[in-house]
T-cell receptor, first 113, second 114 residues
Framework: GQQLNQSPQSMFIQEGEDVSMNCTSS?????WLWYKQDPGEGPVLLIA?????ELTSNGRLTAQFGITRKDSFLNISASIPSDVGIYFC?????????????FGKGTKLSVKP | DAGITQSPRYKITETGRQVTLMCHQT?????MFWYRQDLGHGLRLIYY???????DKGEVPDGYVVSRSKTENFPLTLESATRSQTSVYFC?????????????FGSGTRLTVV
């Protein structure tokens, strides 16, 4: 079946550092999403990408929809302690009938003050 | 309050018992989903529903049953709980029309089967 390979699995960084994570697949998707999950809560949507090559920002977060439509990247600039959590990439093919969202296994981010 | 709510937040049950996890959304979203989250596996789709009385299997449906008699509710039942079903369960919903804005998730139910 379709799979998303997300890396790294975990990151330990110092406050103020920039963070990069990515997600790849052997399948093509027309929608890529990035979610963040705080401890004890459900995932919350951060950024949605709908077009190959698209670059979208949300505050200190920037995500890109890969030109091949098989990957996506998320960058966090100048990390702060509240960035701690698990970040999930997700992808789907939307159109006609509703496609189902599939998720990567997550990147656990720890930020040292 | 508007939103998507799951109950209970925590549940401990014994092997072999039937247990039902509840999910309620107030947006009248057509689509609803059940995921389980396990260490090393991320989020895996159990069942989903495109509308009331329409349900379909996801990636890991074995051992689970769903129903959707009303648009706003989507309960998940474990007919005979097993230890391998110990997990955190998330319900989600989404709109039917227009570009996908992703799914909105509930806060989860942490289920332990002993």
């Amino acid at each position: 079946g379709q799979q998303l390979n997300q890396s790294p699995q975990s990151m330990f960084i110092q406050e103020g550092e920039d963070v990069s994570m990515n997600c790849t697949s052997s399948s093509i998707f027309n929608t890529w999403l990035w979610y963040k999950q705080d401890p004890g809560e459900g995932p919350v949507l951060l950024i949605a990408l709908y077009k190959a090559g698209e670059l979208t920002s949300n505050g200190r977060l920037t995500a890109q929809f890969g030109i091949t439509r098989k990957d996506s990247f998320l960058n966090i600039s100048a990390s702060i302690p509240s960035d701690v959590g698990i970040y999930f990439c997700a992808a789907m093919n939307y159109g006609g009938s509703q496609g189902n969202l599939i998720f990567g296994k997550g990147t656990k981010l720890s930020v040292k003050p | 309050d508007a939103g998507i709510t799951q109950s209970p937040r925590y549940k401990i049950t014994e092997t072999g018992r039937q247990v039902t996890l509840m999910c309620h959304q107030t947006w009248s979203h057509s689509y609803m989903f059940w995921y389980r989250q396990d260490l090393g596996h991320g989020l895996r789709l159990i069942y989903y529903s495109a509308a009331a009385d329409i349900t379909d299997k996801g990636e890991v449906p074995d051992g689970y049953v769903v129903s959707r008699s009303k648009t706003e509710n989507f309960p998940l039942t474990l007919e005979s709980a097993t230890r391998s079903q110990t997990s955190v369960y998330f319900c989600a919903s989404s709109e039917r029309q227009g570009p996908p804005r992703g799914y909105t998730f509930g806060s989860g139910t942490r289920l332990t089967v002993v």
